[in-house]
């Protein structure tokens, strides 16, 4: 089994940044794929951005491309989500997930693992 806690959340203006981290415990998290993906009550879960386990490969969603940058460091068992040029739109609660096999794009539905979520709120 695969922990995931996401943090770093919070309210910044628009044009402001924040970084999210995703720390997995009881499992080594370099061994999956991980990805990020936001929602906001009453839609769907919005793929944000997915990375292969050794990083060497990264895919956005074209609302984040350009702004946002997802990065893992394997030794500490972390994810990130450095998120530049915030809109109020990009305003939800993110989360991680991860999964074994990397396939870009995938949807939230083939992901195995969790966290329980970070709120992100972006005021204009």
């Known amino acids: 089994q695969v922990q995931l806690v996401e943090s770093g959340g919070g309210l910044v203006q628009a044009g402001g940044s924040l970084r999210l981290s995703c720390v997995g415990t009881?499992?080594?998290?370099?061994?999956?794929?991980m990805g990020w993906f936001r929602q906001v009550p009453g839609k769907d879960r919005e793929f944000v951005a997915d990375?292969?386990?050794?990083?060497?490969?990264?895919y956005y969603a074209d609302s984040v491309k350009g702004r946002f940058t997802i990065s893992r460091d394997n030794a500490k068992n972390t994810v990130y989500l450095q998120m530049n040029s915030l809109k109020p739109e990009d305003t939800a609660v993110y989360y991680c997930?991860?999964?074994?096999?990397?396939?870009?794009?995938?949807?939230?539905?083939?992901?195995?693992?969790w966290g329980q979520g970070t709120q992100v709120t972006v005021s204009s």
């Open positions: 990375i292969s386990w050794s990083a060497a490969v990264t």
């Open positions: 997930a991860a999964v074994q096999l990397y396939r870009r794009g995938r949807s939230s539905g083939t992901y195995d693992y």
């Open positions: 009881g499992r080594t998290l370099s061994s999956y794929a």
